[in-house]
């Protein structure tokens, strides 16, 4: 699988050639929650906190005006912490670092001057680790590898002769992924497989799937 997933990326490289143009994409996301109740004569005291960070840079190159390769990657780390009521609170920390690389192929399937819908393959491998803390203590929980294939729609539209706007959708993609699971403090190993068509919608939030970013064309 290793192997393969080599072979991909040097079949990436060699495919570049001719006239075509770099391009860097990216979004950048932080979300901070902090759920401290306040009441009148009273000193406020911190019970729950989230904190939420992801990156997802991209690098590409246009072969033309409708075909283009290159390699991703993202980063997200979750931390929430709450207090722990007992005989003695302490506060309780939950961390979740995921992280995922890639190489993908985009094709324009149709457009205007400024408008483009496309379609995004991509091949890639990830992993996560989730860790608990209570007061000083620190936990491994559990591990995450994965290995899995997408087909996802994109639309961007170009501001400027420099920049674009990209969005995707993600609860709304074709797709292969193998997910082994590891628990840290047992050593079991679970193996989960999915595939097929996937459309999720969120009705209390439908937007919480649109991701947007940003291109810049060398």
């Not at 989960?192 to 799937?209: D, H, T, W």
Request: hydrophobic letters at 40%; a positive charge.
């Amino acid at each position: 699988m290793k192997k393969a997933f080599i072979s991909c990326i040097i079949m990436v490289a060699v495919s570049v050639v001719g006239s075509a143009q770099f391009f860097v994409e990216g979004s950048l996301s932080v979300e901070f929650d902090d759920a401290t109740p306040v009441f009148p004569g009273y000193l406020p005291e911190k019970q729950y906190t989230l904190s939420n960070l992801n990156v997802s840079p991209l690098v590409g190159y246009q072969l033309n005006d409708d075909f283009a390769v290159g390699a991703k990657a993202s980063f997200n780390r979750r931390k929430e912490w709450s207090l722990y009521v007992g005989t003695d609170p302490v506060g309780f920390e939950e961390i979740l670092s995921r992280w995922n690389f890639g190489v993908f192929c985009r094709y324009k399937i149709w457009g205007t001057e400024k408008l483009s819908f496309l379609v995004e393959s991509t091949i890639q491998i990830g992993g996560s680790k989730t860790n608990e803390k209570k007061a000083s203590v620190t936990r491994k929980i559990e591990s995450r590898k994965s290995f899995g294939f997408n087909l996802s729609p994109l639309v961007s539209y170009e501001i400027s002769d420099k920049w674009s706007i990209i969005t995707s959708y993600h609860l709304f993609n074709f797709g292969f992924k193998h997910e082994t699971a590891k628990n840290e403090e047992t050593g079991l190993k679970n193996h989960f497989y999915s595939y097929g068509f996937y459309a999720v919608s969120s009705l209390s939030n439908p937007l919480s799937g649109i991701k947007i970013g940003f291109i810049y064309h060398f």
